[in-house]
């Protein structure tokens, strides 16, 4: 075979990476179609006031090339996404991305052994590989509540930030408190003359130990690397011994939920009758553990009430709840998030004989190791099913996804033909994975790495080490596709 072409959609961490990965072996026919008009993903996106990674910086970025001058240990939306724009400049990304061109499917081409890609221009391109790397985070969710066309006011999702709305002196409404919402919250509670937030289910909240990196500590990073893989070592450390909580530990979990408790009382008690609000009700690490030092002080803010009877209707003027009461508004805020069980929507993507994935993926999405599914050959999927983790940094799996991919291409070339997994493989591998999500501490309550059905689609039931350990390629997983 030639040189094989790589088509990827998207470029967020896992583009960057897998085009990083592809370019470091040589391969350079490389093409990212990118609907947005940079890259970033979903650090382009999401621009909310506050927005800034839950991993620390030093982990939460790329192994090979680590960032002496993060600003801050949780560095804010600006900064990663400058970090983002350096790095695909360094590794001359950009030069393949197509911008502002979006992907609408693509479908195998038996005869030729292709992959070929439509975009929403209606141009057809062809390639033997397609990556997907669209991320599960970015498309936003709006919790399905009666009457949102309603309502009067001015309404906005997180991850569709207006910034040009001045909440100065405003009657602001949130709904939801998750990883997002609790990062907005203090920032807009310092602006709005009242701020109401609607909570469905508590966050378990843990300090976040936040620190600004001085000029000294970029100079001591800059001169002694070692420093800085020090600090990334210890935090891989942390987040991994949270995972180590919940996956094999009952004793350490109920140590952080005993941390928590401790956190979050003292946080909440300048108001009465706070902490019993939001204290959760469901067992700890069931939803992600969120860092966060100054959400519960805003909640405990005169100029806050927390709600949590359940809500009825959006009404023309704000919110009515289930006892009756219509709360009133200016702006709305949706802390919803994202529509993270459906996996590479709204593309249609067909595979071997007219197959679709979406049939494949009836009751769910799932996939070897997240990234290979029957049928779908020379198709490596970035950020896929059962790849997301509870506690530890996206980044580091996207990383092993990306080594993954280079060692497929690799062995694609070499056999001569385009690799589909075998379906008894990833039968045995989902088995697996469902057992052990199965009596795991995510089957145990509702949260967006749960399809409603119950089946968990996202969460990796290991440690991020085990991911990476495990999801090795074996050329014996695979046959080679003939037309
Ligand atoms: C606010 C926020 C904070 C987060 N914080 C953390 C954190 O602290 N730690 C952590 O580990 N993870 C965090 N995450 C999870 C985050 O999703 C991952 O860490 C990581 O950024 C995912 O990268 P990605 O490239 O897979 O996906 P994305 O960043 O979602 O990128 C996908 C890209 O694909 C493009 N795209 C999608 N569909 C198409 C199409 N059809 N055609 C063309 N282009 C398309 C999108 O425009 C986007 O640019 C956070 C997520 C959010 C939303």
Redesign the pocket.
Known sequence: MTTPSVAV?????????AVIELKKLGYDDIVV????ND????????T?PG?????PSPF?SFSFEPNPRWPRR?SQ?PAILQYMRDVADKYDVRSHIRFN????GAAYVDADRKWEITL?TGEVVRADVLVS???????PAFAPIPGREKFQGVEMH??LWKHDVDLTGKRVGVIGTG??AI?FIPEVQKEAAHLTVFQRSAPYVIPRPDTEFSNLHHRVFTLLPATQLVERGTWYGVVEALSIAWVYSKPLAAVVKAWSKRHMKSQTKAKPGLFDKVWPDYPIGCKRILFSSDYLPALAQPNVDLVTDRISEITEKGIRTADGVEHEFDVLIWGTG?KATEFLA??TITGVGGHKLEDAWQSGAHAYYGMTVPDFPNLVI??GPNT??GG???????EAQAHYLGKLVQNMAERGGPLAVRADVERKFDEKIQGLLGGSVWSQCTSWYRQSDGRITNNWPLLGYEYKAQAKFNPADYEVVNS
């Open positions: 959609i998207g470029a967020g961490f896992g583009g960057l990476a179609f990118e609907k947005g890259v970033g993903g979903v650090w382009r996106e999401n909310y927005a800034a990674c839950d991993v939460y949780f939306q061109t979006e992907v609408d929403s790397a669209v991320g599960q985070l970015s498309r997180s991850a990883a997002s990062q994202f709204p593309m970035m950020y997301n983790t530890g940094s996206i980044i580091y799996f996207l």
